[in-house]
């Protein structure tokens, strides 16, 4: 289980609304309906705590071991098109990582 929180640039995404995310995965919805090409995203997390907030959210105590993630994701053009902070319960996390080597 995982709480997110997406940041957009407002000047890209003006009329969105949230009927819109409610029946469209948010990288169709930037892909699609907003023609941003996404080009490539980082990610990073590290080991932190449950803050109040999201501890209640996560059904876990305050002060749980958590990770954050922070995900800023690119269009065609090197601009910003999401921001994300997210906090997953530690004893539910996965990772998997792909790795292929090119010819």
């Not at 009927?19 to 996404?38: A, G, H, N, T």
């Not at 209640?56 to 002060?63: A, K, N, S, T, W």
């Not at 910003?80 to 530690?90: C, H, I």
Request: hydrophobic share 35%; proline share 5%; glycine share 2%.
């Amino acid at each position: 289980m995982m709480v997110e929180r997406s940041y957009l640039p407002v000047r890209q995404f003006l009329s969105l609304k949230r009927p819109l995310l409610e029946r469209k995965p948010l990288y169709d919805v930037i892909e699609q309906d907003f023609q941003q090409k996404i080009r490539v995203a980082e990610e990073e997390f590290y080991a932190s705590i449950a803050r109040p907030t999201d501890a209640h959210l996560l059904g876990i105590v305050e002060g749980s071991p958590v990770l954050d993630l922070v995900r800023t994701t690119y269009n065609e053009s090197n601009e910003v098109v999401e921001y994300t902070l997210s906090v997953a319960r530690a004893d539910q996390f996965k990772y998997k990582v792909y790795h292929q080597r090119s010819n």
